[in-house]
């Protein structure tokens, strides 16, 4: 039965918000959203009986004033059995005694229904509030899940958008929305069927005008819908603009392009004012006719009293009446157009969940993974594209032992980062294998064979927070002991302790606080205490002073001691110490030996050699 009436309450709902072919595309929105009310079924069928209270609610006060108003005037007017019944009354012919037990009963039934319409706005609101808390887990969920590849095809600020302003426009949906819609139709009919039982002559005089605030309503609604669409499409500009802007701010002023800048700005800036004001202007168009058609109405039923001259409360209740039908019709085009936008919100927030491009568990047994991987690494005629027209990596094969190091070597381009990339299975590969101790990485489980690699990328990347949460990861089975230990075998301990607030200093966003050479260590210290069988490290010390790569020096021999290393080096020193160096070039392997052979050679290696680290050479000399 809750189905039924749920699958009624959306198609009605689909179709008067949307007349259009789109209605069975927003009716199936719809009903995923509300999946997601499912675990909160009970608040959301007590919204409804709330909804319907307050609609039966409506007409009853209307019709109290106006039996004191014609009792007022007409003493000896006989008051239904049932109303004196529940206002207390023993003589109807007492005027005084009943005009007191009715304003009381008033009072207590305002009360009431005040009462009523706290609770049907908290539950509401609250179920909006739970609906999105879980939707946007799921859509988080979702999205860190993605593989890679999807991060290089969508920009981050879309992202975002998805998981926090459009999750929160489907909230308008449940706070300003669907059950407001229905809570006001309800109280329309309801009064619209009081007022035909009791006239429906006068009834029909009053609204006369009402076809054409149908009318009204409905161009309203487009219009504002499209003036919306306008302005999310600016803001979404305005947003793109500015994060763009402040992550560049730097280039912007050392190159004095501020002026240049702010004028981009300011047509961005334009059609963001000029979508709000057509918005605005139907509105300041919208509400000056519904007063001018309530003012006619009015004016019909004053009219309509006064030649039948009918009695003065059946005006009263009317004016009321009138005014409990005007007033959603307001609001209630503004709030279709509220789900209107909740669905478009809906319809980019599950393109994200359908999103299939996602690292997937196979399903072996997993029993032989329960052992510590050792780091003995295969690459086995791989072949990988990051799409399937262009392949930055060709027939990539070689052997990694346990404990062994490997220096990866060549120019920009040469799908150096690839291969550490697929090696954590961050992307797809398109023909191959890739194997450790034996098993091919796709068949152990995803948490495993991340934990037991070490990532320490050139490009370090810190987050808010204090050092410690860095370092740890905010991980509750790390105590702050294990990596102060950490920090003193890499001599980042004094470092440390110099800060402000040593372990708690607040690195900042990206870490802007710290050097490029003091977030580098911060990366090893983390990677060390996570201490990972296979340690994949991007070394990065071309671009910091000669203490800072020192200390990076010798934490790199700290970090690749005793364990699998895969390094793409950009020192000599690495270099010399790996046991394998292979040499790539457009994605092909030229060369594989240590740093001697490969001399020898006279080859890639050595032009590479010849190029890039005599200075290095002569430094180490």
Not at 47 to 73: E, G
Not at 362 to 386: C, H, L, M, N
Not at 399 to 420: F, Q, R, W
Not at 594 to 618: C, I, P, R, T, V
Request: aromatic share 10%; proline share 3%.
């Amino acid at each position: 039965m809750y189905n039924n009436q749920r699958y009624i309450l959306f198609t009605f709902v689909a179709i008067m918000s949307n007349p259009s072919k789109k209605k069975a595309v927003d009716l199936l929105l719809m009903k995923r959203v509300f999946h997601f009310v499912k675990p909160y079924r009970g608040f959301f069928i007590a919204s409804l009986t709330l909804a319907i209270i307050m609609a039966i609610f409506a007409p009853v006060r209307p019709y109290l004033i106006q039996l004191t108003v014609n009792k007022s005037i007409h003493n000896n007017l006989p008051i239904p059995h049932w109303i004196q019944q529940i206002i207390f009354l023993k003589n109807s012919n007492n005027i005084f005694q009943f005009i007191i037990n009715i304003t009381i009963f008033q009072i207590v039934f305002l009360l009431v229904e005040s009462a009523v319409r706290f609770a049907f706005a908290f539950i509401t609101s609250w179920l909006g509030q739970n609906v999105v808390k879980d939707l946007r887990v799921t859509v988080y969920q979702k999205v860190v899940s993605l593989n890679l590849s999807q991060f290089d095809k969508t920009p981050i600020g879309t992202l975002t958008t998805r998981t926090i302003n459009d999750i929160e426009s489907i909230n308008d949906i449940f706070s300003d929305g669907f059950i407001q819609i229905v809570a006001d139709l309800l109280t329309i009919i309801i009064t619209l069927a009081t007022m035909i039982w009791m006239d429906w002559r006068v009834t029909l005089v009053s609204l006369i005008p009402f076809p054409f605030l149908i009318v009204a309503t409905y161009y309203f609604k487009e219009s504002v819908n499209k003036s919306f669409m306008k302005v999310r499409n600016a803001v979404a500009a305005l947003n793109a603009f500015v994060q763009e802007h402040l992550t560049g701010m730097h280039i912007v002023q050392a190159f004095a392009a501020e002026d240049r800048e702010l004028a981009k700005f300011n047509v961005i800036n334009k059609e963001h004012r000029n979508a709000n004001i057509k918005a605005i202007f139907a509105y300041s168009v919208f509400f000056p006719v519904v007063e001018l058609v309530l003012a006619i109405s009015t004016g019909l039923l004053v009219w309509w009293v006064a030649d039948k001259k009918l009695d003065a409360g059946l005006l009263v209740a009317f004016i009321l009446y009138l005014n409990l039908i005007f007033r959603p019709l307001r609001v209630i085009a503004d709030k279709f157009n509220v789900i209107q936008m909740g669905m478009i919100a809906a319809e980019r927030v599950f393109k994200v969940l359908d999103n299939e491009d996602v690292l997937k568990e196979t399903t072996v047994d997993r029993q032989p993974f329960t052992e510590p991987i050792k780091g003995q690494i295969s690459f086995d005629k791989v072949w990988f594209a990051y799409n399937e027209e262009h392949y930055v990596l060709k027939d990539i094969s070689f052997d990694v032992k346990a404990g062994e190091t490997v220096a990866l070597v060549g120019h920009t381009g040469s799908g150096k980062t690839s291969i550490i990339s697929l090696l954590n299975r961050l992307y797809h590969i398109q023909k191959g294998a890739i194997n450790i101790d034996g098993v091919n990485i796709v068949n152990y489980p995803i948490e495993k064979l991340r934990s037991s690699i070490g990532v320490v990328l050139q490009d370090v990347f810190l987050f808010s927070g204090s050092v410690l949460d860095n370092i740890t990861l905010r991980n509750p089975l790390i105590s702050k002991q294990a990596a102060i230990d950490a920090c003193k075998m890499i001599d980042l301990h004094d470092f440390i302790m110099q800060l402000p607030s040593d372990y708690d200093y607040n690195v900042m966003e990206r870490g802007n606080t710290l050097s490029l050479g003091q977030r580098q260590l911060i990366s090893f210290a983390r990677a060390l205490l996570y201490n990972p069988a296979i340690l994949i490290l991007d070394e990065a010390t071309s671009s910091i002073d000669t203490e800072s790569e020192l200390l990076i020096q010798k934490a790199i021999d700290t970090l690749i001691a005793d364990r699998t290393s895969i390094v793409i080096a950009h020192r000599l020193s690495t270099i010399r110490k790996a046991n394998k160096i292979i040499v790539l070039d457009k994605g092909e392997i030229k060369e594989i030996g240590n740093h001697d052979e490969l001399l020898a050679l006279g080859g890639f290696y050595s032009k590479l050699h010849e190029m890039s680290y005599d200075k290095q050479q002569n430094v180490v000399s």
